[in-house]
Each structure stands twice: as structure tokens, then as C-alpha cells.
């Protein structure tokens, strides 16, 4: 089964925050509301690099992802 590359998530025990969820390489989950990013892989000295280059277009990605499933619910 394909997974779609992000999923909308919420949790009721954070009321107030909604996340985009990466299910791609490298996985994250980023709180919408105040920008927090939370990684699931671990990361070596050598990722760290390609990690800081690529990861400013997967977070913008997500919000473009975020923007784009709000504006469909209006």
C-alpha cells in the first residue's frame, strides 16, 4: 500500500495544535501552529548537512500541503 507523502493529524490532548505528518525519508512531524519540528530518524554527522539543505524545502512542502487542504475545506 502507498502511503500519501502527508497526512493532516490532531490530538486531543493538544487541543489548540494541528500537524503535518511527512511519512517520507526523512519523517517528521511539524506542529503547524508554532512551527516545531520533530524528527523520527537519527540523524549521523554526515546526514546533518544534507538534512539542514533539504529540510527547509520538505517544511516548506508541508505547509504548502497544510495551506492547500484548508483552502479545499473552505
Do not use: C, G
Not at 26 to 45: C, G, Q, S, T, Y
Not at 66 to 71: A, C, I, L
Request: glycine share 0%; net charge negative.
Amino acid at each position: 500500500m502507498e502511503l500519501p507523502k502527508f497526512l493532516i493529524a490532531d490530538s486531543s490532548e493538544l487541543e489548540d495544535a494541528l500537524f503535518v505528518v511527512h511519512t517520507e525519508y526523512p519523517r517528521f512531524i511539524l506542529n503547524v501552529h508554532n512551527d516545531d519540528v520533530h524528527w523520527f530518524e537519527e540523524f549521523n554527522k554526515e546526514d546533518e548537512s544534507t538534512l539542514k539543505s533539504e529540510s527547509h524545502f520538505l517544511i516548506e512542502a508541508a505547509f504548502q500541503f497544510y495551506d492547500k487542504e484548508m483552502d479545499m475545506l473552505e
